[in-house]
């Protein structure tokens, strides 16, 4: 709940445990808030703990946490506002005071390390909408000093991590040296840029070698399908072909988590899931693959992310995909245009984009190896089948095509 006057928010706080999905506590909410607008404040017990009554910043935090995992049910959009309130502010010095959590973020230079200076004000932000403290001053002086204009384009520019790109030749080499379960798996995020998380949840290959992955709050994005870039490697590494053995692997080592939010099933852990590739190569000892850093000097190993990169340029470059355009590749990797170019194309150096370019003039828009588009599964009935009375395959034919544009 927000409390506005003059247009302009002055307080916030939950109104937990009353439900947004419940018809009934809606209903309450609105009773509570004509009592508020009645009286000319709101009632007591919506405003939660004032600040004279926290006892410590140790029981302010662990209340907090509390309604952060009431309210927020995906771990990975929690972690870091937990972590600050146990690890930091749980051990400052009583009495509570706002002042205290102002000088912490002081520390931080916004223009050098926004990153953490965001998560500091997310973390400030869950402490308001708890109704323990009111931190909306101290919010609103902290998100002032945010950089803006030409300030933040180049803060965005020098903050983001720079990627590491292997060519397709040391990659392939790289996985023909792996043991079949982790070939499989490294092979799958390379060869159809996936989101690490997104193995998890994929649905399979099918004969034409396009991957499905769904949406419906299992995966960051909504359903999309890729093919795969090169082609040869499903084959190589039996990415259909081993599909059901490393698939259920997979899950049953690392098992991902749901829970019911106002009756959708939602994925809690995918963060952590993914996170485990990556110590696999701390825990297994796994070889790292190095290459060179996208933009500067020096090399660096290659996290399973990187390899989603590598997939977009790939199919930049790719002859196997040289007459398709970038929007069609954004929506194979399941992102909007803008990101696809803004952060992925970002490390596509300049000679492999004009390479690139060229190839796509000279080869006049047709591609050498053209992949074939996907085509959902559909169940088509043997002629010999027998069918119902009073049902020719004509009829049955027509209802096909009916259904299919969605109007059987």
């Not at 000319?40 to 662990?62: D, F, M, R």
């Not at 002081?106 to 953490?116: I, R």
């Not at 931190?135 to 590491?164: F, H």
């Not at 099933?265 to 790292?288: H, M, P, T, W």
Request: proline content about 6%; hydrophobic content about 40%; some cysteine.
């Amino acid at each position: 709940m927000r409390e506005l006057a003059q247009g302009k928010q002055v307080r916030e706080f939950s109104l937990g445990p009353l439900e947004h999905a419940n018809a009934a506590d809606v209903e309450k909410v609105r009773d509570l808030c004509l009592e508020g607008h009645r009286s000319g404040q709101w009632p007591a017990h919506c405003l939660g703990k004032p600040t004279t009554q926290v006892e410590s910043w140790s029981a302010l935090t662990e209340a907090c946490v509390t309604d952060i995992e009431r309210r927020i049910r995906k771990e990975g959009s929690r972690v870091h506002a937990i972590n600050d309130l146990r690890l930091r502010i749980a051990r400052f010095r009583d009495p509570v005071d706002p002042q205290h959590l102002l000088r912490w973020f002081l520390e931080l230079d916004p223009v050098t390390s926004l990153k953490s200076f965001n998560r500091r004000i997310e973390t400030l932000s869950q402490i308001q909408r708890s109704g323990l403290l009111d931190l909306a001053a101290v919010l609103e002086r902290l998100r002032a000093m945010r950089p803006k204009g030409a300030a933040e384009k180049i803060r965005k520019a020098s903050s983001m991590r720079v990627r590491v790109i292997p060519s397709d030749d040391d990659l392939q080499h790289w996985l023909d040296r792996l043991e079949p379960f982790h070939q499989w798996v490294f092979g799958c995020i390379a060869t159809y840029g996936l989101r690490p998380h997104e193995l998890w949840h994929a649905e399979g290959i099918d004969p034409q070698g396009w991957i499905s992955i769904p949406g419906d709050m299992k995966t960051k994005t909504g359903e999309h399908f890729a093919p795969a870039v090169p082609e040869a490697w499903v084959e190589r590494y039996g990415l259909r072909e081993n599909w059901d053995q490393f698939h259920d692997q997979l899950n049953g080592r690392w098992k991902v988590r749901f829970a019911d939010v106002s009756g959708v099933k939602i994925a809690v852990n995918n963060v952590a899931v993914s996170n485990a590739l990556y110590k696999e190569f701390q825990r297994k000892g796994l070889q790292k693959l190095w290459a060179p850093v996208a933009d500067g000097e020096g090399m660096d190993w290659v996290r399973p992310y990187d390899l989603r990169h590598a997939y977009a340029i790939r199919c930049a470059t790719s002859e196997e995909t040289a007459d398709e355009f970038d929007d069609d590749m954004a929506c194979w990797m399941g992102h909007g245009l803008d990101v696809h170019r803004r952060i992925y194309l970002r490390w596509l150096s300049s000679s492999r984009r004009k390479e690139s370019l060229q190839r796509r003039r000279s080869g006049g828009g047709t591609a050498a190896n053209r992949i074939q588009p996907f085509e959902p599964p559909s169940v088509v009935p043997s002629p010999s089948a027998a069918l119902p009375e009073g049902i020719t395959p004509e009829l049955l034919e027509m209802a096909m095509k009916l259904k299919a544009a969605g109007l059987g």
